[in-house]
């Protein structure tokens, strides 16, 4: 039997799955092991595995009187933040619709976040407009 340790986010880890699928198809007996959360070559002795918080999409908000302001950010954990777009203001012009628009240019965006954040925004929006814009 041949055991494949295989770390989540690297870089070759189709790569490695081709390779545990190609031994089976050989005859092998694989076992095959994902390490979730960690990158290429995590298995070094004296290496401690530390699992990686998962990059995530935030929305943030700027809440005026006259508008609101929508944005999204890519935050990496332990990395920073990375403006996916700049403030699309609403009701100056249909921010949701921007957002929407911006969200499907990005193919690593899934179908599900997606609606996630266009169904937190809509909620937003709204809070703001039955507010009138007042915070308080």
Request: charged share 20%; hydrophobic share 45%; glycine share 6%.
């Amino acid at each position: 039997m041949v055991m494949v340790c295989i770390s989540e986010m690297d870089i070759l880890k189709d790569r490695n799955l081709e390779l545990c699928a190609a031994m089976a198809s050989a005859g092998k007996r694989v076992e095959k092991v994902v390490y979730k959360g960690v990158g290429h070559a995590f298995q070094k002795l004296g290496v401690v595995v530390k699992t990686m918080q998962k990059p995530k999409l935030v929305l943030k908000f700027i809440w005026m009187e006259k508008n609101i302001g929508l944005a999204l950010d890519h935050v990496i954990p332990g990395h920073g933040t990375i403006p996916l777009s700049p403030y699309y203001f609403w009701p100056r012009k249909d921010a949701w619709e921007e957002l929407k628009v911006l969200l499907e240019s990005k193919p690593w965006i899934s179908q599900k976040q997606m609606i996630i954040l266009l169904n937190q925004a809509t909620d937003i929006i709204n809070l703001w407009q039955q507010s009138g814009g007042d915070l308080s």
